[in-house]
Structure formats: C-alpha cells, structure tokens
C-alpha cells in the first residue's frame, strides 16, 4: 500500500490490525526485511488519536483498543520502542502470543520460528526448488 500499511486483501485499504497480523507473521518467518518497516512504523504512528490517546484503524478515524493493542504491538515487532530511550526496560511482544516477552517466558509458553535471514523472497523460493515429483499411482 501507498500509505506504508498493510492490508489484507486486495483492494483493501491499510489497516492498523491487518498490519499487525501480517508483521506477526512475517515475524515468525524471520522476513520482517521484506517489508519497508519505516514505513509501516510511519503509518501506525499517523494512526495516533493526539487529543485522546489510542490508535485507530487508519489515519482520521476513531481510535479503540483493539487498534490501539496491536498497533502498539506492530511498534514493538518493528523495534520502534527500542530505539527511544524513554522506552528503555520495557519488555518486546511476542510475534507468536502478541504477549510481552517476559510473561511469555513466565507461563513457559513455546513457539517454533524460523530465524531472521537476509535472503529476498525470490532468494528463498529459488533455494526451495521444484516440488517434489507426485507418488505413483497403486498397482491395479
């Protein structure tokens, strides 16, 4: 998208909450590179409320907290907090729960991931290769 969020599905504008889950995910898949996270830091920052507080859906609209959650925790995938030192000691959100990395560690919660790498999308589908060839049909 233009607006430097993401949105799910085409012709769909951006949403604060279809950002995060598609952040969450690439998260997961170690490719968060793949996006212009600038940008998408931008957006959710332009999706404040700055005479109430929260977050709303895109820019201009009423702010909840269901936006509000998740676009607080796309900040944190992106490591926007970490950078400011106002933020120092607060904990990360989990990709996985979307729950601060400590009370995951806490309830012994476990996840598997794939670790960040710096191949571009092309990259990994080439390294793929072809599939596998279908298994022969049974004998008669």
């Not at 504008?13 to 996270?37: E, F, K, N, P």
Request: with cysteine; glycine share 10%; aromatic share 10%.
């Amino acid at each position: 998208c233009d607006s430097g969020g993401l949105n799910g599905r085409p012709e769909k504008q951006a949403d604060v909450c279809y950002s995060w889950w598609i952040l969450s995910v690439m998260a997961m898949l170690g490719a968060t590179h793949w996006i212009d996270r600038d940008k998408l830091a931008d957006f959710i920052l332009r999706c404040q409320d700055a005479e109430d507080g929260g977050i709303s859906d895109r820019p201009g609209n009423r702010a909840d907290v269901f936006h509000t959650f998740f676009g607080l925790g796309g900040l944190s995938l992106l490591g926007w907090f970490d950078a400011r030192s106002e933020f120092t000691g607060r904990p990360r959100i989990d990709a996985v729960y979307a729950l601060p990395d400590d009370v995951v560690r806490t309830l012994g919660l476990e996840s598997q991931t794939v670790p960040p790498n710096s191949a571009s999308l092309l990259d990994a589908w080439a390294a793929e290769g072809p599939p596998p060839p279908p298994p022969p049909p049974p004998p008669p």
